[in-house]
């Protein structure tokens, strides 16, 4: 075979496999999912009572005021690296013995701690460490636990009606062993609005 | 702790578990694929279309001419995607990707690099993503696959004149026999666990705190499945599968993880199958099963012990990943990712620990063999197991022999330089890179962990990983063109040399085994490949380890 | 009497042993000769003489560490200090001992070619002095002058003289005389055969034995001087060509010091990053110790060795891929007479005939065979007195009848109280022919029985020998039938389970009949056999075995052994064979030994575990030498790799001019070893795999760690280092 049939037919290939596998594979993968899981495929968007879209179950975001201060009636997801800004996903990529970042560290654990009202050593690891994504809806039952009476207070709600709903938010072990226990922020802040 | 390191167990054994009840018949239906005279009738009309002879066996060279037009086509097809991505549909208003973007990223994913200097929600609309990245994601694992395939038939034939099958054919049948059927399936059950599918644009939503945010969509779900069982990696996001629509759960990260292993790990299966003697498969994926255990026990160590300056502050090491996977959810993909070429993150490598970062990078290093690549894994594990044999086949005072052929001159000539190649494009990217203005501009980090960055990128490039320790700025046009070049030379040069192999192989005739050929199915061979690819990639790369991850981890 | 004369029609010379002048060899020299100083220093002028780039450069590996030790020495000169002139040494020192490994094995191979040598000229012949165009035919041969001249001079056309119970020198025409000729050594079988002048029987081969008669022999071949002169050139190293396997493993070897070069260059550029900049010296130094110098300074040594070896076996081979090849050998082809069995029949039992007693004929057999000396002789007498008890010797005016190849018969004629008493035996058919000669003839049912008998024997392989006696003038009588058969060597069970055990089958070749050689085959313990082989029916044996991706060797000397010598892997001829057959096989076997086959094949294993032994070891040490010198780099940047430092050398300097000299020392502490090869006991190849890792893989992790600590704790003492 010679080289420019050769490229001329692999270029047919590369056309045909394109329109298969680049057209009719998604396609047909989309068609499915809208009628399978048409929540899901949609992105797990989660509603206020007025059936507005607020979020996606899946999505973190900030809880901050217009200042860029935590709001203390929120739960507050962890830091993030992006923003929880959906459209820019991104981790700090920051090296286990850079300087920055162990700064950042120590000064988030004061925040925290302060914003709080609890012990720095209360504060767990991952109320002090930026996501992968930057998108990490979820916060563990230890950083949860440890803002509940601001929440409570700020809202004049009950610790146990507050600690509740984090109950209610609160996941476990897929299947017992995979992934850790963890405390979705999103639906759980706005469980705390409706 | 102990729960979490239970937790870690459970999750690798059941993951074992699976693996293991599906590679035996996984393993015999890829045989049945690649060795079947039969076409079904959709194939025969495809091959009409093509004008191709499906059944024409070529030899080596011919073999590889095709895979290098087809992958030439893929790049200049890619490449003018994402350049005139402006013109086109589906394309969320993003404008063209610049020159050396488009090199870089259509290089990648035609190498089953899929390594990305573009944030793929900020620079990718859907078409490109479907008709562009996900096709090559099917197609350049199928290429791999392809090439391993070959080179078990080199093994498997015996005086054939250097025939080593039909690309076309080879290529058609992985990609449609096999890796579409498993994606189906897989992509409606990561849709089920919530990651998402739909041909919607990204529409800005209004957050419980009344701010806007951006609620995404795209095809994901179904780019996601090749993205992990074709071992490519590249993200639909930036964030890659630490994006929550990319592995929403610790369900759907187990099942990535499954997914990547799924072929690697089938593929020694098939080549016992096909070269007649199950039991040179076994010893195969003993090796590989061996050495990926130790990397992930070894990642997943670290990662939980936690050392270093950050992660002791913050009492773990959570920076850059995500609380659902946890630390042993995220260090077992970590060691899967960088076991096989795939290179899809659920974390930030850049900011494991020294330890884990070491082992990811020195499991990359190891050529991609624990299991490896869709293809690549295989062929660079037999490529180990003939070297072996060399060395251990004089020891028993024979012609060294493997799967009946012997390894003379010309075979241990392309072994060699398959050996060489790899580490001379890691060592000579990343050199040249810590001492020039422009390589030196991308590190973001100064002293050993600058290194590292580097280091990491090279080998990610030239072993066709793809992961980054993203701290390093390669969106360049330097880097994009350095690890571009790193990616071509580091996926064909070995091929070609693979392919050559197979050529020189089949036209061998087989040699019965006796008492006096060395064994290459026992388990002090499988140990022998084990110790041979250590010392051998350990001998290589530990001065310049030594300055990176050695040094930061024993800081 | 001629008591040699008296030989029995089936009794060749014992096989390995032919009369041929030569002495038996006794192997010169069976273990590897240990190394003197005289050796080393003999050779090292040539050492020296190799360091010449130009030779060198055909060695990657040593030549990397010349280039090196140049350049430390310019630096050395440039920036003096007490360490770098201490590398420099060293390193110079490295590339010496590299080329003196070299050179000590040629310099053996050289004293065992002129050993050689004089091996060839001890065989001689009895040539006719007179010019041949004046021999007259017609006179009486034992007026002939003749001198007496190694057989290597012989000419073509030169005559000679050759007697019962010498060899023939070389491959010739009868043009006198007729002879009866063993040649069971070129042929395989067992059965003389008669050659005269004239017609199409005047063919002789060197290296048969004449049994009895004298004839004259025109030589059309010289004896294989031409072969010899090959072989002395190919054991002193001077024509010395890579085998595929070292040249193979050359590949490796570079590839690694390939490897080994980008990392250490590189190195550079990530030193310079983490800020410190290496001197070009230590880069060196690294470099060096990390390339594969072990084994590369010893590779072409243990090639040049293993022909060394083979030659003290005195087996001279053609080439070292031949060696090599039979260490892969997967099928022996071996003949039966003179290797698996003892090439001599031996009475097995004699069976009377009619109304005659065992014990009659025990008596008359024992009789017929005392004056006989040859062993088959001997085995009848044996046999008989084993029935019946010693008995009386041979009265003294017993006449012997010599066999000769007109009657071929034998026996003795006694003087029975004055009546004439004659016992005869012999072949079937000249016995019979005898006894009818004398008027008796055969009752019907003795004649039946004979023929039964005489068809049994031969149907089992056996030979029968026809005993008559006649006393007076009466007609003669058979008396019954002698059962000749082969006897299987003692201990060559042992060693086909030895060979099974290396991967190797054992086939038997016989020109005896399916049952015979069936049932001597599993007496041998022989994995298969080939009977009523024609060389033909060699060839597509050996053709069919290597169409199914098998070496084959085997051990030949006949002309008609020639072409399978040529089709077979390894060929062993032997040296007393035809030149055809030397000329067609890839070795030569000075004893002419067959079973040397066996170690032949040992020697090829021990060549390439020797190679990849110390390819290992060599590769293992880098592991030590990393720990040696990483630290000593750059703990002066990275304190923290001072933790590596685990042999707590005492100081940077000290810890990388140790590993250099290790480095140079290990290859002159193996020189030792790749002379002789590492140890090679028979066994299946995982076991030998884990022995060998064990010693050389292990070893070679470990010994580094013990070396480098011993050398630094006198380094240590050096001032200024």
Same mark, same amino acid.
């Given at each position: 075979m010679k080289p420019t049939r050769t490229l001329w037919t692999a270029l047919r290939l590369t056309l045909v496999l394109t329109v298969v596998l680049g057209i009719g594979y998604p396609l047909v993968v989309t068609a499915i999912g809208r009628v399978a899981f048409p929540a899901q495929a949609a992105g797990s968007l989660v509603r206020d009572d007025a059936g507005q879209v607020r979020g996606s179950a899946l999505i973190g975001q900030s809880f901050l005021g217009s200042d860029g201060t935590p709001l203390p009636q929120y739960f507050q997801p962890r830091p993030s690296a992006a923003g929880y800004d959906a459209a820019a996903s991104s981790g700090s990529n920051l090296g286990p013995e850079d300087a920055g970042l162990a700064a950042a560290v120590a000064q988030r654990r004061a925040d925290v701690a302060t914003f709080n009202a609890v012990r720095e050593d209360q504060v767990p690891p991952d109320a002090v460490t930026a996501s992968g994504s930057g998108l990490d809806p979820h916060i563990s039952p230890q950083y949860a636990a440890i803002q509940v009476a601001r929440v409570a207070a700020a809202r004049g709600m009950t610790e146990d009606a507050v600690r509740a709903l984090v109950a209610a938010h609160t996941q476990g072990r897929t299947l017992g062993f995979l992934g850790e226990p963890r405390v979705n922020v999103v639906t759980l802040n706005l469980a705390l609005d409706g | 702790m102990t729960a979490t390191v239970w937790a870690a167990i459970g999750q690798f054994g059941i993951l074992l578990v699976l693996l293991a009840?599906?590679?035996?018949?996984?393993?015999?239906?890829?045989?049945?694929?690649? *060795?079947?005279?039969?076409?079904?009738?959709?194939? !025969?009309?495809?091959? =009409?279309? $093509?004008?191709?002879?499906?059944?024409?066996?070529? =030899?080596?060279?011919?073999?590889?001419? *095709?895979?290098?037009? +087809?992958?030439?086509?893929?790049?200049?097809?890619?490449?003018? $995607?994402? =350049?005139?991505?402006?013109?086109?549909?589906?394309?969320?208003?993003? *404008?063209?990707?610049?020159?050396?973007?488009?090199?870089?990223t259509a290089v990648s994913f035609t190498t089953n690099t899929n390594w990305q200097s573009y944030s793929g929600e900020a620079a990718a609309g859907h078409l490109l993503q479907m008709a562009g990245l996900t096709v090559q994601n099917f197609v350049s694992a199928a290429v791999g696959m392809a090439v391993a395939i070959a080179l078990v038939r080199g093994l498997a034939r015996s005086g054939t004149d250097a025939r080593i099958g039909n690309f076309w054919s080879d290529l058609t049948r992985g990609a449609l026999r096999i890796l579409l059927p498993i994606a189906v399936v897989g992509a409606l059950v990561l849709a089920a666990n919530g990651v998402i599918q739909s041909l919607d644009p990204h529409t800005a939503i209004t957050t419980i705190t009344g701010e806007t945010q951006q609620a995404l969509g795209g095809p994901v779900a179904s780019q996601e499945v090749i993205k992990v069982l074709g071992t490519n990696g590249g993200g639909f996001f930036n964030a890659n599968s630490a994006h929550p629509f990319e592995n929403p759960n610790a369900l759907t990260n187990l099942v990535e993880i499954f997914l990547i292993l799924l072929i690697p790990s089938a593929l020694p299966r098939t080549f016992g199958l096909m070269v007649g003697d199950r039991r040179q498969g076994w010893a195969i994926l003993g090796v590989m099963t061996g050495l990926w255990t130790v990397a992930t026990g070894l990642l997943t160590w670290a990662e939980l012990a936690g050392p270093g300056l950050a992660p002791s502050l913050a009492g773990a090491a959570m920076e850059g990943k995500e609380a659902r996977f946890g630390l042993a959810g995220t260090a077992l993909f970590g060691a899967a990712t960088t076991g096989t070429s795939t290179g899809a993150v659920d974390s930030m490598h850049d900011s494991l620990t020294a330890p884990g970062g070491g082992v990811a990078m020195f499991t990359m290093m190891l050529g991609e063999v624990?299991?490896?690549?869709?293809?690549?894994?295989?062929?660079?594990?037999?490529?180990?197991?003939?070297?072996?044999? +060399?060395?251990?086949?004089?020891?028993?005072?024979?012609?060294?022999?493997?799967?009946?052929?012997?390894?003379?001159?010309?075979?241990?000539?392309?072994?060699?330089?398959?050996?060489?190649?790899?580490?001379?494009?890691?060592l000579l990217g990343s050199a040249i890179s810590v001492v020039t203005g422009p390589g030196l501009a991308g590190i973001q980090e100064a002293g050993p962990h600058g290194l590292s960055e580097v280091l990491y990128a090279f080998t990610s490039a030239s072993n066709n990983n793809g992961s980054a320790f993203a701290g390093l700025a390669a969106g360049t046009p330097y880097f994009n063109t350095m690890t571009g070049l790193a990616m071509l030379v580091g996926r064909f040069v070995p091929i070609a040399l693979v392919l050559a192999l197979a050529g =020189?192989?089949?036209?061998?005739?087989?040699?019965?085994?006796?008492?006096?050929?060395?064994?290459?199915? !026992?388990?002090? +061979?499988?140990?022998?490949?084990?110790?041979?690819?250590?010392?051998?990639?350990g001998l290589t790369f530990i001065p310049v380890l030594s300055l990176g991850p050695v040094v930061e981890s024993l800081s | 009497m001629n008591r040699t004369a008296l030989a029995l029609p089936t009794s060749p010379a014992p096989a390995g042993h032919p009369g041929d002048g030569t002495p038996p060899h006794t192997p010169r020299v069976r273990a590897g000769r240990a190394l003197s100083w005289a050796q080393v220093r003999a050779a090292l002028p040539g050492a020296v003489r190799k360091l010449d780039p130009r030779v060198l450069r055909h060695q990657p590996v040593t030549f990397v560490v010349e280039i090196?030790?140049?350049?430390?020495?310019?630096?050395?000169?440039?920036?003096?200090?007490?360490?770098?002139?201490?590398?420099?040494?060293?390193?110079?020192?490295?590339? %010496?001992?590299?080329?003196?490994?070299?050179?000590?094995?040629?310099?053996?191979?050289?004293?065992?070619a002129s050993t050689l040598r004089a091996t060839q000229r001890q065989t001689t012949a009895r040539k006719v002095v007179a010019g041949q165009d004046t021999l007259d035919f017609g006179s009486r041969l034992d007026l002939l002058e003749t001198t007496v001249v190694p057989s290597a001079s012989l000419r073509v056309g030169d005559v000679v003289v050759v007697e019962a119970g010498e060899t023939i020198p070389g491959d010739g025409d009868v043009i006198e005389g007729v002879a009866s000729v063993d040649e069971s050594a070129v042929t395989g079988e067992s059965a003389p055969v008669i050659r005269e002048s004239g017609g199409d029987r005047s063919a002789v081969t060197g290296g048969t034995v004449v049994l009895s008669d004298r004839i004259v022999v025109r030589i059309t071949a010289a004896a294989g001087a031409t072969f010899v002169d090959r072989m002395i050139a190919l054991v002193e190293g001077s024509e010395r060509q890579r085998t595929p396997n070292e040249i193979a493993l050359g590949v490796l070897l570079t590839s690694l010091t390939i490897v080994f070069l980008l990392a250490v260059a590189t190195l550079q550029p990530f030193a310079v990053y983490s800020g410190q900049k290496q001197s070009v010296l230590v880069l060196v130094a690294l470099l060096v110790c990390l390339i594969p110098t072990t084994i590369g300074a010893l590779l072409s040594a243990i090639g040049i060795a293993g022909m060394d070896r083979l030659v003290q076996r005195n087996v001279l081979a053609m080439s070292g891929r031949a060696v090599e090849a039979?260490?892969?050998?997967?099928?022996?082809?071996?003949?039966?007479?003179?290797?698996?069995?003892?090439?001599?029949?031996?009475?097995?039992r004699l069976e009377p005939v009619g109304e005659v007693t065992r014990t009659e004929l025990a008596v008359a057999a024992r009789l017929s065979s005392l004056a006989d000396t040859t062993p088959e002789g001997r085995s009848i007498v044996d046999l008989a007195e084993h029935s019946i008890g010693a008995g009386a010797a041979l009265p003294v005016d017993a006449v012997l009848v010599p066999f000769s190849a007109h009657t071929r018969m034998s026996g003795v004629d006694l003087d029975l109280d004055g009546e004439p008493f004659r016992l005869r035996k012999g072949a079937g058919s000249a016995v019979r022919g005898w006894v009818r000669s004398t008027g008796a003839r055969l009752p019907e049912d003795v004649e039946a029985h004979l023929a039964e008998l005489v068809e049994d024997v031969s149907r089992?392989?056996?030979?029968? %020998?026809?005993?008559?006696?006649?006393?007076?003038?009466?007609p003669a009588r058979v008396l019954g039938v002698v059962h000749l058969k082969d006897v299987v060597k003692e201990g060559m069970r042992e060693r086909f389970d030895e060979l099974r055990a290396m991967g190797i089958r054992t086939v038997m070749v016989t020109g005896d009949n399916r049952l015979t050689a069936q049932a001597i085959a599993a007496e041998a313990g022989v994995d298969d056999f080939l009977a009523e082989a024609t060389p033909e029916d060699k060839l597509a044996y050996i053709r069919r075995e290597q169409s199914g991706g098998r070496l084959v060797?085997?051990?030949? #000397?006949?002309?008609? #052994?020639?072409?399978?010598?040529?089709?077979?892997?390894?060929?062993?001829?032997?040296?007393?064979?035809?030149?055809?057959?030397?000329?067609?096989?890839?070795?030569?076997?000075? #004893?002419?030994?067959?079973?040397?086959?066996?170690?032949?094949?040992?020697?090829?294993?021990?060549? %390439?575990?020797?190679?990849?032994?110390?390819?290992?070891?060599?590769?293992?040490?880098?592991?030590?030498?990393?720990?040696?010198?990483?630290?000593?780099?750059?703990?002066?940047?990275?304190?923290?790799?001072?933790?590596?430092?685990?042999?707590?050398?005492?100081?940077?300097?000290?810890?990388?001019?140790?590993?250099?000299?290790?480095?140079?020392?290990i290859i002159i502490a193996l020189i030792p070893l790749s002379l002789r090869g590492v140890r090679y006991r028979p066994a299946a190849a995982d076991v030998l795999l884990r022995r060998n890792l064990l010693i050389y893989g292990v070893g070679g992790l470990i010994a580094p760690f013990l070396g480098i600590k011993l050398i630094d704790l006198l380094v240590s003492l050096i001032p200024g280092v």
């Open positions: - | 009840a599906v590679h035996l018949p996984l393993g015999a239906y890829m045989a049945r694929v690649y *060795s079947s005279p039969h076409h079904t009738r959709v194939e !025969r009309a495809w091959y =009409r279309t $093509l004008r191709v002879d499906p059944d024409a066996e070529q =030899r080596w060279s011919t073999y590889l001419l *095709s895979l290098l037009g +087809f992958s030439l086509a893929s790049v200049l097809l890619l490449y003018a $995607l994402g =350049r005139l991505q402006a013109h086109l549909p589906w394309n969320l208003g993003f *404008s063209g990707l610049d020159p050396a973007t488009a090199w870089n624990a299991p490896g690549g869709v293809g690549s894994g295989l062929y660079g594990m037999l490529v180990l197991a003939v070297l072996t044999v +060399f060395i251990a086949g004089l020891m028993v005072g024979r012609t060294p022999e493997y799967a009946g052929k012997k390894i003379g001159r010309g075979e241990i000539t392309l072994v060699a330089l398959y050996v060489l190649t790899v580490p001379a494009a890691v =020189r192989l089949a036209s061998q005739n087989t040699v019965p085994a006796s008492a006096g050929t060395l064994p290459t199915h !026992r388990p002090l +061979f499988v140990g022998l490949v084990g110790a041979v690819t250590l010392v051998v990639v | 090196g030790a140049v350049f430390t020495t310019v630096l050395s000169i440039v920036d003096p200090s007490v360490f770098a002139w201490w590398v420099t040494v060293w390193l110079w020192f490295t590339v %010496l001992f590299a080329a003196l490994a070299e050179s000590i094995a040629e310099a053996r191979g050289k004293a065992q039979a260490g892969d050998v997967d099928v022996l082809l071996l003949d039966k007479t003179g290797t698996i069995t003892y090439g001599n029949r031996r009475a097995a089992s392989g056996g030979t029968p %020998l026809v005993v008559a006696e006649q006393l007076g003038e009466a060797a085997m051990a030949g #000397d006949g002309t008609n #052994d020639a072409p399978a010598l040529a089709q077979s892997d390894v060929g062993v001829a032997m040296n007393t064979g035809t030149s055809a057959a030397k000329e067609a096989g890839n070795m030569v076997d000075l #004893d002419s030994d067959p079973t040397k086959l066996i170690e032949i094949v040992q020697i090829g294993k021990q060549l %390439l575990i020797t190679r990849g032994a110390l390819t290992t070891f060599s590769v293992a040490n880098d592991v030590a030498k990393y720990f040696a010198i990483l630290p000593a780099m750059f703990v002066g940047l990275f304190p923290q790799l001072g933790v590596l430092n685990v042999m707590h050398l005492s100081s940077p300097q000290s810890a990388i001019l140790s590993a250099v000299i290790f480095n140079a020392l």
